[in-house]
């Protein structure tokens, strides 16, 4: 029976080059000397820290391009708010990796709705669609293509 899992992931790589570009940027931008500005990344969380919000406006400005261009999604970013101390000002911003439950369960919902030929089930962070023909597979993934969800999608793992 044909199948295939609906997940949200982000290149780890591809997010540590990223940031590894961002810092390199940040340190030889005119506007950032002198200001000690840094991102941190740990796991799938990118400290941000600088001397002031709008120092921080500006170096998630250069974020969204270097994601952008590494192919990393700016919806799966979950912006926390920013928080000035002194003379300094941190912002934390964390990278969704998998679906969670209510977004599983939303999506599961939204297949059900349009009455497709599948079956749809909660798999961990993923979820898992399978049915009879490979149609109505592709039919499910160009509707949640198309469908406002605010995950990047990724549909992988196809077997016919």
């Known amino acids: 029976m044909p199948s295939f899992d609906i997940v949200a992931e982000v290149d780890s790589h591809e997010l540590t080059n990223a940031v590894d570009q961002m810092n390199r940027e940040v340190s030889n931008r005119f506007d950032f000397k002198g200001s000690d500005a840094k991102i941190v990344l740990k796991e799938y969380e990118m400290n941000f820290e600088a001397s002031s919000d709008f120092q921080l406006k500006q170096m998630r400005d250069i974020m969204v391009n270097k994601l952008s261009k590494r192919g990393i999604d700016n919806r799966c970013l979950d912006r926390g708010k920013v928080d000035e101390r002194g003379l300094r000002a941190y912002q934390t911003i964390t990278v969704k990796h998998g679906i969670d439950k209510e977004d599983a369960k939303k999506i599961t919902k939204m297949i059900k709705e349009q009455k497709f030929k599948v079956q749809a089930a909660i798999q ?8 009879k023909k490979r149609d109505d597979l592709q039919a499910v993934m160009a509707y949640l293509k198309g469908a406002d969800i605010d995950l990047p999608l990724q549909f992988n793992n196809f077997r016919d």
């Open 124 to 131: 961990g962070e993923q979820v898992r669609v399978t049915g």
